[in-house]
C-alpha cells in the first residue's frame, strides 16, 4: 500500500501508539485519529494528524485502521459496539489490533470481519518504547497471508521483525510466548543488579560483562541500565503486564499446562501495583529487591 494512498486510521496513542503513528506520518502517509484523551494526540494533529470525534467518523475516512489500545475489553468495545469498528467500517477495509489481547477475541473478530467483507489480522508488538521510537518493534502476526502481503508496507514502517505466524489468534499467542520469558528473566535482572550491589560491585561494569554473555537479554541491556539510575518512567506501563501475564496465565491454563515462573513474576508484579506502581515502567520491580 503506498503511502500517499492510503489513509490510515490510529485508535490508541499511548506511550507506543504515539510513536508508531508519528513513524507512519513521517513516511508519508495520511493520518486519522480518534482516543478517548484528545490531549494524548496533539503533538500528532500539531505535525498534520486529523482528529476524528467518534470512530463512526474515523472507519468512514480511513482505508486502513490500527488499534492500540490497553485491555480485552477495550478491544471489545472499539471492535463490536453499535458505533465499533465492526459494524461501522466500509467493506473492504483493512483492520490490524496491535492490542495485546486475547487469542480467542482476535479469532472472534476475524469471523466476524469476515462476513462484513473486512480484513483483518491481529499483530502485537514487542520491544517497548525504543523499538516503537525507533521503528524495530517485532511484530506478531495472525491471519490470512495475502493480507498480510497487502499490510507489509506498513508494518515495515513500524517494525523490524515482521513475521506472520499463522491464522487468526496465532499473533497474540506469540506475543504471550514474549511475555511468558520476560516474567522470569525479569527477575532474574532484578536480583543479578541488587546482588551486584551487595557484593560491592559496580553494576554498570558489571553489565559490561554479562550483556554480551550467555545472559544477555534484551530487558538486561535494556532495562537494567534504567534500575541502576533508578528511571522508572514506563516504556511499558506494570498494569499493562500485569494484564498481558494474566492472560497468559489463562490461556496456560486452559492448556493444562503449568508456567511457575509465570506465576511467580505475575504475584509479585501484583504486589509492586499495590504498592502504587501500577504506572510505572516495568523496571520498577527490582524496588521489591533493592530494600
Wanted: with cysteine; proline share 3%.
Amino acid at each position: 500500500m503506498q503511502a500517499n494512498e492510503t489513509t490510515i486510521g490510529f485508535i490508541g496513542t499511548g506511550v507506543m501508539g504515539k510513536s508508531m503513528a508519528e513513524n507512519l506520518m513521517k513516511a508519508g502517509y495520511p493520518l486519522v485519529i480518534h482516543t478517548r484523551t484528545k490531549e494524548k494526540a496533539q503533538t500528532l494533529l500539531d505535525n498534520g494528524a486529523l482528529w476524528k470525534n467518534t470512530i463512526v467518523e474515523l472507519t468512514d475516512a480511513a482505508d486502513v485502521i490500527i488499534t492500540m489500545v490497553g485491555y480485552p475489553q477495550d478491544v471489545e468495545e472499539i471492535y463490536f459496539g453499535e458505533a465499533g469498528i465492526l459494524n461501522n467500517a466500509k467493506s473492504g477495509t483493512y483492520v490490524i489490533d496491535m492490542t495485546t489481547s486475547k487469542p480467542a477475541l482476535a479469532k472472534e473478530i476475524a469471523n466476524v470481519a469476515s462476513e462484513k467483507d473486512l480484513h483483518t489480522l491481529d499483530a502485537p508488538v514487542s520491544g517497548g518504547d525504543v523499538g516503537a521510537k525507533n521503528g524495530t518493534l517485532a511484530i506478531m502476526v495472525g491471519g490470512d497471508q495475502t493480507v498480510f502481503d497487502k499490510l507489509l508496507p506498513i508494518f515495515n514502517v513500524i517494525g523490524g521483525q515482521i513475521i506472520l505466524q499463522g491464522e487468526a489468534g496465532a499473533g497474540q499467542h506469540t506475543k504471550l510466548c514474549n511475555q511468558i520469558t520476560i516474567a522470569s528473566n525479569m527477575i532474574g535482572v532484578c536480583e543479578a543488579v541488587v546482588y551486584a550491589k551487595k557484593a560491592g560491585l559496580d553494576p554498570v561494569r558489571v553489565l559490561d560483562s554479562i550483556t554480551t554473555g550467555a545472559a544477555g537479554s534484551w530487558s538486561l541491556s535494556n532495562l537494567a541500565p534504567r534500575m541502576i539510575e533508578g528511571d522508572y518512567a514506563p516504556g511499558f506501563f506494570v498494569k499493562h503486564f500485569i494484564k498481558d501475564m494474566t492472560i497468559a496465565l489463562e490461556s496456560a491454563q486452559e492448556m493444562e499446562m503449568s508456567t511457575p515462573g509465570l506465576a511467580l513474576s505475575l504475584k509479585l508484579y501484583k504486589q509492586l501495583a499495590e504498592s502504587g506502581e501500577s504506572d510505572s515502567g516495568t523496571q520498577a520491580l527490582i524496588k521489591l529487591f533493592d530494600r
